[in-house]
């Protein structure tokens, strides 16, 4: 038992530790402001970040902003499906009176990235990668070879601004497409097919990045795989085992689609699509098979090029195209997002009559603009110059036929995101028997 003297001065040393931890705590380190948003509500909730959003991206100082008004809008037919995303509308009054205001479009990576293909593959930094080098640097090389600035822009949104952070997650902020007039049109049936117009369009546009990807490796001595590590992981991501298991059950959720056809060759049709997608080390050969090519340049493709990716608005009676999603943009084959459009975005109807010119479209500007860019670099540089070996018509064909059986596997995968299942049926049977006629299963 302590005596009275012992017991006051270990009371008095209590009371001193207690002093000195509640005086140590005012000093403790305050939580590490976040410098990406955890979320879109997140975002929106902030408006010292959002400040220092609108100054970073449009210059303003922050003693010149008087108030700053921010709301969501509807979503649209526009949505990243990988992310947490959302169209926001900022409307910035200066202190001299003035107002401006800004269409976003925002892309959150969430903080629980645990799953799918964000637990594979790093989509974000993929796609900062794509708008903040790959860009700027295909459109440097357009100049630079004479083609002039307003030949160096490409049919793809704006960025306004990106971040990625190893603790924090990422962010993209892209211009508003659908606050310009860009939508997507249904057809008569409220399908999302595109027309042949549209079809055309899309496919000049992404002929055109392609061959400058071309061109600016070839001219520059480089690979884009190489100088862009994250289009390689993109290219092989569909063969890691859990994407190519996903395969392997989309492929049985289409079977079951296909036995409950009542048309009288569905058995045949069955048994033709079982056999050609037979094992998952099938569905891997033939996503290995994207990144090899007979052409000794490998094209940056768009890598998930269908209707939902694309956006119309009509300007003096002509179709104009923005396409959005970049996220799994890779380097393989040239014809590989060709072959998809064809097989994933047009009616049965529409390909049977259409899918040659559509593709002739593609070869002429892909031809076209190597010609270009090969013409000014021989009138300014190499007098040898040639590009005859990228654009091959037997090669390209070669390598369009060859891409069309993972193109019309990832097409299925589309059927069966349609909202009705009878219809669903019949898709599935008309699309393989297409195939069947194609010689493609």
Known sequence: MLNPNAFSFL?????????????????????????????????????????????????????????????????????????????????????DGTEQTFFWFVKVRPDNVNAGITAQFNIFKNEIE???????????????????????????????????DEEDGAIIILKDVLSEGFVHERDQNGDKFLNVEQAITAARSIAKLHAVSIAIQKNHQVDLALEHPTLAESALLWTQTEMTRRLNVMKDSYCDLLRQSEELDSPTLLKRFRKTFDSESRLLELCENRCKSPSSTFSLQHGDFHFNNLMFKKVDGKYKVMIVDWQLTYTGKPTGDLSYLLLSSL?????EEYEEHIKNEYFAVYRQTLDKLADLRVSKFDEDFTMDEEYND??????????????????CGNIMAGEHEDRNVQFSYDMCKEAVMKEII
């Open 347 to 351: 009616s049965h109807q529409t390909r």
């Open 11 to 95: 009371l008095i040393i209590i009371i001193i530790i207690i002093m000195v931890f509640l005086n140590l705590s005012k000093y403790q380190t305050p939580a590490r402001k976040r410098l990406v948003p955890a979320s879109i509500p997140a975002l929106l909730a902030d408006n010292t970040m959002i400040e220092n959003l609108i100054t970073q991206i449009y210059g303003y100082k922050a003693e010149n902003i008087d108030k700053i008004f921010v709301s969501q809008a509807a979503e649209g037919d526009i949505k990243g499906n990988l992310s947490d995303s959302a169209r926001i509308k900022i409307t910035v009054v200066l202190t």
């Open 130 to 164: 794509f708008y903040n080098k790959i860009v700027p640097e295909m459109k440097a090389f357009l100049i630079e070879e004479g083609c002039g600035a307003e030949y160096a822009e490409f049919d793809i949104p704006e960025i306004l601004y990106a971040r990625e």
């Open 394 to 411: 037997s090669i390209m064909q070669e390598e369009y036929t060859d891409s069309l059986p993972l193109s019309f596997f990832f097409s």
